[in-house]
């Protein structure tokens, strides 16, 4: 019994610890008004080096600012600001 409350502790302290050790923030708190798609440095955080945008787990942008984010990532690449593939 004893070895059963100490493995449902173990787990409980590894959810905590997780919860804990958040990913790397990759973008600044953005504002919508701040993306746009001539802002080449800060889109370049945002993708990873095949040219994928992070998920907004990784990033930390709110569903707009994300959907905006695309939007410019989209327009940079169709301008040849950014590349669509490296």
Do not use: N, W
């Not at 804990?20 to 945002?46: F, G, N």
Request: glycine share 2%.
């Amino acid at each position: 019994m004893a070895k059963l409350l100490s493995a449902k502790q173990k787990a409980r302290k590894k959810k905590a610890r997780r919860m804990a050790d958040s990913p790397r923030m990759r973008a600044p708190r953005l504002t919508p008004e701040e993306i746009d798609y001539k802002d080449v440095p800060t889109l370049q955080r945002l993708v990873s080096a095949q040219g994928k945008l992070f998920s907004r787990k990784r990033t930390g942008l709110d569903a707009k600012c994300q959907r905006k984010v695309a939007l410019a990532l989209k327009r940079a690449r169709f301008m040849a600001l950014m590349q669509y593939v490296t």
